[in-house]
């Protein structure tokens, strides 16, 4: 006997042939999964209590092992959703079949956007981006934004190269850049010599320790780029996609929403898109382009 019941929920989404909503996430290293399992958990509950009366399931979370791996879930049609940065996203964009559609800002720790500062030791001669030319440039980890995505590509609009340090064939006057794999060391192989400059969030930078801070400067600050955004597959019924963006706009409005959101990396709410968000969007792809 089948375990649907006449007249549930799950029942008529069945009857209409309709497929659980399935929402992706990357997870690049290995000890990963367990604990996107836990962030997520609230979330993905909040969304099946809620989309229950409206016919729709959620399935299990899917993770990926990377960008590629999640491109090919979304062309298969195993996942419907993304909540990821905007170079993430873009980059979906670009190698999915099924790009993404962007329609949600993500707001973190009530700060809708961001932008990237460069920097610099005091005693250094580091002034202008351009000075930056066969320098060496500190950044975190390829996966971050902030602090890899954002600053080669402010480069690129300068018509600056970025290219990892001893990189044969470099194009003349590229930058060259290396992974210090934490803020902290960021500011700290700058401010030791161990780089010529470095780039993180102006978060970041007002996290450093006073003391570190002291001996450094900022010389160059991007334009604001959103947090995240909440993106949805081609393909995903628009109805499906209206009750989903309706329910993500209102967790914030009770408790039990406030709290499955902060356990998703501190998320505040979630906002429509503005038309000069959609703006900006086209630059940083113009920018993400020229950074390739």
Not at 194 to 218: T, V, Y
């Amino acid at each position: 006997m089948s375990a649907l019941k006449t007249g549930s929920p799950v029942r008529a989404a069945a009857a209409r042939g309709d497929r659980p909503l399935s929402f992706g996430v990357i997870a690049e290293q290995a000890h990963e999964p367990d604990r996107m399992l836990r962030v997520y958990a609230d979330l993905l509950h909040e969304l099946r209590h809620r989309l229950a009366s409206q016919s729709i399931e959620v399935a299990p979370l899917v993770i990926a092992r990377d960008l590629p791996e999640l491109a090919r879930h979304l062309d298969g049609g195993r996942v419907d959703l993304v909540a990821e940065t905007v170079f993430v996203t873009l980059d979906l964009q670009k190698e999915s079949a099924r790009p993404v559609t962007p329609r949600l800002a993500i707001v973190k720790r009530d700060q809708r956007e961001y932008h990237s500062v460069f920097f610099s030791s005091m005693e250094g001669s580091i002034r202008r981006l351009e000075d930056l030319r066969g320098r060496t440039l500190v950044l975190q980890a390829e996966r971050s934004t902030s602090a890899f995505a954002v600053p080669r590509a402010e480069l690129a609009r300068r018509g600056i190269p970025s290219v990892p340090l001893g990189q044969p064939g470099a194009p003349p006057g590229s930058s060259y850049y290396v992974f210090a794999g934490a803020e902290l060391n960021q500011a700290v192989w700058v401010l030791r010599g161990k780089g010529d400059a470095g780039a993180f969030n102006e978060g970041d930078w007002a996290r450093l320790p006073q003391k570190i801070r002291d001996g450094l400067h900022i010389f160059h600050e991007t334009r604001p780029l959103l947090r995240g955004l909440v993106s949805f597959r081609q393909g995903v019924p628009p109805a499906t996609m209206k009750a989903c963006e309706t329910t993500l706009l209102a967790l914030h409005r009770d408790t039990a929403g406030r709290a499955a959101l902060a356990r998703v990396d501190g998320i505040t709410r979630f906002e429509s898109l503005r038309s000069r968000d959609l703006t900006d969007l086209s630059e940083w792809r113009r920018a993400l382009r020229g950074a390739s």
